[in-house]
């Protein structure tokens, strides 16, 4: 058992309690004057820190982005350490343009092993491209017979995608719905979007003719252009689900485009952070001309959640959102992304200043700085 004491809880709203006890890597109780008798326990006083829920990174290439300059650019996996330094106690990962080197046999490994190193891990079958490559033969089977698989990945409107047709995209749909009921997941088709000037067209008009497929559709990297920003815009007042890479090419950082996305009328509960970490960045010195090729960085979701904050933009438990429940909600993690009696003991302790003091994942310390 642990019992966590001292503490400012944001569940992500701000409770009146100052303790939590947990054990088996759930939360117990949450009170205050929390007591046990007759069993040992691990107390951590957190001194009056914010203790809020652990984060939920939902795009994470955990074995590195494919190499886009040959062999020697091939990017390196991810490590437990660096995920929870950042506060991520619970990661989706993916792959990207590479189907072929980076395969889906490596990434479930992967992420098998973040699991058994005390992080909680998750991740998408396929990767960029048509035809979709699966373990199990389909990606209704993936997600009913692979316990880690919780949806599908697809890219659109990308120089470097399969351009898939509505009618590819709708019977990846229906791979993703059949997975996720049967199994009990629900399933989402994440989407990667580039730059070209189709932008989601194609999603619009699906969910135009088909509004019950909507939340099945997890588009993300939505402010690449302001032009892809404002269509993406349109379909979370629709009721979709917009994801907004912390790093990565952008028009705009992501908290401000948070609240760009407010003022035209998104409700804060459609949007989410991730970090698109190891990733593959390409850069071009404008002088020199010198192209370098480098891992996105993990600590992006972090800074963007207190520039939230520190910008006036949101309050705290407000911003907290877009790392915890919001991605819970999406990825259909019922017991991720919140303080609650029956959660996953997942928390990120806070400083006054905003800084990470100490992440647990299922009640164990995993970072302390």
């Known amino acids: 058992m642990e019992l966590f004491k001292h503490c400012k809880i944001y569940a992500p709203e701000q409770l009146p309690e100052t303790q939590v006890l947990t054990a088996n890597g759930k939360i117990l109780a949450i009170g205050d004057n929390l007591s046990v008798t007759g069993l040992p326990v691990e107390e951590f006083d957190l001194e009056g820190r914010y203790l809020c829920p652990g984060f939920i990174d939902q795009h994470v290439h955990v074995t590195g982005g494919g190499g886009q300059f040959g062999f020697a650019s091939l990017i390196p996996e991810v490590t437990k350490d660096e995920l929870a330094a950042t506060g991520t106690t619970t990661v989706v990962g ?53 316990d880690k698989v919780i949806g599908c990945k697809l890219a659109l409107s990308d120089d470097r995608s399969s351009f898939p047709t509505e009618l590819e995209i709708l019977r990846l749909i229906n791979q993703v719905r059949l997975g996720g009921f049967t199994s009990g997941k629900h399933g989402i088709l994440h989407i990667h979007l580039g730059n070209l000037k189709t932008r989601i067209d194609v ?57 760009m996305a407010l003022e035209a009328g998104v409700p804060l509960a459609k949007m989410t952070f991730s970090s698109d970490g190891h990733g593959g960045v390409r850069r071009e010195d404008p002088v020199t001309g010198t192209v370098t090729y480098t891992p996105a960085p993990l600590t992006c979701n972090f800074k963007e959640m207190v520039a939230l904050v520190t910008d006036g933009i949101l309050p705290l438990e407000s911003a907290l959102t877009l790392l915890t429940c919001n991605p819970a909600r999406n990825l259909s993690l019922k017991t991720k992304g919140r303080i609650a009696v029956g959660c996953d003991a997942d928390f990120v302790a806070l400083d006054d200043n905003l800084s990470i003091h100490s992440v647990y994942a299922r009640g164990k310390k995993v970072y302390e700085s």
């Open 203 to 259: 999603l619009h008009n699906i969910v135009d003719q088909y509004p019950s497929l909507i939340s099945y559709l997890s588009p993300t990297h939505c402010i690449r252009t302001r032009d892809l920003f404002d269509t993406c815009v349109e379909f979370a007042k629709k009721g979709g689900m917009i994801d907004l890479s912390a790093g990565g090419t952008r028009f705009t950082e992501a908290h401000k485009a948070v609240g």
């Open 94 to 146: 993916l792959l990207g343009t590479d189907g072929f080197v980076k395969d889906l046999p490596t990434l479930y490994a992967k992420v098998k092993a973040l699991d058994e190193q005390g992080l909680s891990a998750y991740m998408l079958t396929s990767y960029y491209g048509l035809p979709e490559k699966t373990l199990m033969g389909s990606v209704a089977e993936d997600l009913i017979y692979i």
